[in-house]
């Protein structure tokens, strides 16, 4: 099969089993703030971001290794899911070991239990969907997206609903989701008839996958200073209740990452496996992405008003103001994230935390300064100054391993129209509404070529199909 065909097989399947998933966390936006008050909610944020940061010091990042030396023909399953499950199982000690720390941290005190549960379920369930992955079981990959999106509403809805559970019924409706995916994946992806800790010969295979994946520990703890530091900043500054409607802002801008984690996963399997060629087929596939995402979230700015008025309680309505600029970071964390496979596909994790520490402390300093100063638009850009300071570090690093073409004029010009507009919507100047008709217009006529050039690369030819 091409490798543009097999990209595009791999994305639809995955879009099958991802997008109910994700698009469930935009649709439980209205359950979220009718039964959560903005501090709850807040709390509930906190409480997951604070499980995403302690899953890959828990599982030492054994994840992202899964999924690259599973990739990799010269590894055998068994070895690899072998040193996955064992160096997960020592993560737990670990955790249990350091419980009592938990509980001094401010903000988890009365939450480090279910938080507990919730990081065992989270680590499991990700170790198990990389491993399918790496086998090559997309379908079961997606079926399984599929299952736990509607235990998600069921569980959601029991607790939050029927329960009146609040913050611990959030977290209980995804442990339990999360249990019931481990489950369904193990069974049905025969997980553990992989399981053979004879099977490390020499112990080499573990030690290549650790070498990998530790430095890739520091990595995601940087990518979550950047995303999520601010959150904590605000509620220090501004209290829970800032931070709940930050929060609920976010979710709209996650579109556009939705949009990217679904192409995503199946683009690190071909970034991986497909070698002939290879800056070329970078080059088609990052114009298109690229176009996408900035046509996404153009659209996101131009609607953020009427998307908040539909999809919160009345109570949340203020956070319209902040989805513009973080629709502007977002986009260029898709970007980002596309230019990190380069480093994926080269086995250089050391340099992806290099660029990946630039961009949190850009975050971190310029959060307490501007939160301070602008309040949670503060935080907004930041975020947008941090992804952007990684992107032009990636860009021009990762040309030492693929020299791909990024269109550096075609970016600028993008990234100036998007925060025009950002800035448009965000102060309501004279006659914003037909502005920012014309900019979004605008926006979709610089990418349409660019986005239908990389749709005609990757959808299937009729002629073709026909032969």
């Known amino acids: 099969m091409d490798k543009y065909k097999r990209l595009f097989s791999n994305t639809l399947i995955f879009a099958i089993g991802t997008f109910g998933s994700k698009l469930l966390a935009f649709f439980l936006m209205p359950l979220y703030t009718n039964v959560l008050t903005d501090a709850q909610y807040g709390t509930s944020d906190l409480l997951q971001q604070s499980a995403n940061l302690l899953v890959p010091l828990v599982t030492f990042g054994i994840t992202d290794a899964v999924i690259r030396f599973g990739l990799d023909r010269k590894v055998r399953n068994s070895e690899v899911l072998t040193t996955g499950i064992l160096t997960m199982l020592a993560g737990f000690c670990l955790l249990f070991l350091c419980f009592p720390l938990l509980e001094l941290i401010p903000g988890l005190d009365g939450y480090t239990h279910i938080l507990l549960i919730f990081v065992i379920t989270s680590s499991t369930r990700q170790l198990f ?3 399918v992955r790496a ?3 997309v379908k079961l990959y997606a079926v399984d997206g599929i299952l736990s999106t509607a235990l998600t509403l069921l569980f959601t809805i029991l607790f939050l609903v029927g329960f009146h559970w609040g913050v611990e019924g959030y977290l209980a409706a995804i442990i339990c989701a999360d249990g019931c995916s481990c489950l369904f994946l193990m069974f049905n992806g025969q997980i553990l008839g992989y399981f053979h800790p004879s099977y490390l010969r020499g112990k080499r295979t573990m030690k290549d996958m650790l070498r990998y994946s530790i430095p890739m520990i520091p990595n995601t703890v940087f990518w979550w200073v950047t995303t999520v530091s601010s959150r904590y900043i605000i509620t220090a500054i501004m209290g829970e209740g800032a931070n709940g409607l930050y929060a609920a802002a976010y979710k709209w801008p996650s579109a556009i990452i939705l949009i990217s984690t679904i192409f995503m996963n199946a683009w690190q ?6 070698e002939k060629g290879r800056a070329q087929f970078f080059t088609h596939v990052f114009h298109g992405l690229s176009s996408l995402v900035f046509i996404v979230g153009s659209f996101l700015i131009l609607f953020s008003k009427v998307i908040t008025r539909i999809m919160v309680a009345d109570s949340y309505y203020e956070s319209w103001q902040y989805i513009p600029l973080l629709s502007v970071a977002t986009v260029y964390s898709c970007m980002v994230t596309f230019l ?3 480093y994926v596909v080269n086995k250089k994790s050391t340099l992806s935390l290099a660029t990946t520490a630039a961009g949190a402390i850009v ?6 300064f501007l939160i301070s100063y602008f309040g949670i638009n503060g935080a907004a850009f930041a975020m947008f100054a941090s992804y952007f300071v990684v992107f ?19 970016i600028t010009v993008n990234t100036l129209l998007l925060l025009a507009q950002a800035f448009v919507m965000i102060y309501e100047i004279t006659y914003w509404i037909p502005v920012e008709i014309f900019l979004t217009a605008a926006m979709v006529l610089l990418n349409l070529s660019g986005l239908l050039a990389g749709m005609k690369k990757i959808l299937p030819s009729r002629k073709k199909a026909s032969a």
């Not at 975050?363 to 307490?368: A, C, I, R, Y």
């Not at 021009?396 to 073409?405: A, P, V």
């Open 363 to 368: 975050n971190v300093v310029l959060s307490f």
């Open 392 to 410: 032009l570090l990636r860009a021009h690093d990762t040309k030492r391993f693929i020299h791909m073409r990024i269109g550096g004029f075609r």
């Open 135 to 137: 086998k090559g079981q």
């Open 340 to 342: 990190g496979t380069v």
């Open 269 to 274: 399997m071909s970034a991986i496996s497909e």
């Open 129 to 131: 969907q990389q491993f």
